[in-house]
Nanobody, 125 residues
Framework: QVQLVESGGGLVQAGGSLRLSCAASGRTFSSRAMEWFRQAPGKEREFVAGITGSGVSTLYAASVKGRFTVSRDNAKNTLYLQMNSLNSEDTAVYYC??????????????????WGKGTLVTVSS
């Protein structure tokens, strides 16, 4: 069992930055790939970024590539998402998820085993 708790969301002006964190409990964190998803009002949940269990490989959605950076600290059981150059289209609830895989990034909600409750990011224009 893995419990995930996101933090770091809030209100930011367009062009600003935020850093999200996802604290994980349990002993399997380092053996699981972790992925970030987001859900805007009235839209489906979508993939944002992912990182393998070792942290060697990452994957980004086209809409955030070059602006967002995903990282992890396995010693602290924590996942991060650094978000720069935010715009109004980034407004959403952001969720971290623990994958059933270690070295594979699937970018789909169906193959995530555990989810956090989300943290709201609001970007004002």
């Amino acid at each position: 069992q893995v419990q995930l708790v996101e933090s770091g969301g809030g209100l930011v002006q367009a062009g600003g930055s935020l850093r999200l964190s996802c604290a994980a409990s349990g002993r399997t964190f380092s053996s699981r790939a972790m992925e970030w998803f987001r859900q805007a009002p009235g839209k489906e949940r979508e993939f944002v970024a992912g990182i393998t269990g070792s942290g060697v490989s990452t994957l980004y959605a086209a809409s955030v590539k070059g602006r967002f950076t995903v990282s992890r600290d396995n010693a602290k059981n924590t996942l991060y998402l650094q978000m720069n150059s935010l715009n109004s289209e980034d407004t959403a609830v952001y969720y971290c998820a623990a994958s059933r895989y270690s070295g594979r990034l699937v970018s789909t909600t169906r193959e995530m085993d555990f989810w956090g409750k989300g943290t709201l990011v609001t970007v004002s224009s």
